[in-house]
């Protein structure tokens, strides 16, 4: 089977920097993609890594290991507007799979 | 990025009855997939719409339960049918670009009561 796990939870303060980890266990990976959704909104797409590293994408950054299994969402000078549901997703094919989501609160 | 748009965006239906959900691109999409979001849950796929054939299931869902229909490259409809208080949940679409197969986007959802 497939899965990917990320913590459920995460809170900080603005002008903080947190980081969203997922570890996944796939058949045929391809890549790691980071989704956004604010409450009553859909999914929006953040990145998408297909090789090992760091792509930064203003104040998100996105890291993969596949050695490790691993990714990371790093957000940097949080803000209000940042608190969401984050979804790390693995492609299968031509469908996408999600992790279970992690729900990051910030703070004033 | 493509726009999406469903309708209904909201309904709450009795028990029994059948709601059908409609899901429209502004531009011609290679995929297209229906996901099923429980409140504070992950998304689950619940099949790919294929244009002009029968679409694929996930495990766990049906066609019996979830007809789905897509007669062209921008349009597709979900069907949850005999409805349960289980099957409320939020309902959306997704679809692939042809510029390539990285990005999915999401139309705004389809938010389902069943009393």
Known sequence: ?108 | SAVISQKPSRDICQRGTSLTIQCQVDSQVTMMFWYRQQPGQSLTLIATANQGSEATYESGFVIDKFPISRPNLTFSTLTVSNMSPEDSSIYLCSVVRLSGPDTQYFGPGTRLTVL
């Open chain 1, 1 to 108: 089977g497939q899965s990917l796990e990320q913590p459920s939870e995460v809170t900080a303060v603005e002008g903080a920097i947190v980081q969203i980890n997922c570890t996944y266990q796939t058949s045929g990976f391809y890549g790691l993609s980071w989704y956004q959704q604010h409450d009553g909104g859909a999914p929006t797409f953040l990145s998408y890594n297909a090789l090992d590293g760091l792509e930064e994408t203003g104040r998100f950054s996105s890291f993969l290991s596949r050695s490790d299994s691993y990714g990371y969402l790093l957000l940097q000078e949080l803000q209000m507007k940042d608190s969401a549901s984050y979804f790390c997703a693995v492609p299968n094919t031509d469908k996408l799979i999600f992790g279970t989501g992690t729900r990051l609160q910030v703070f004033p």
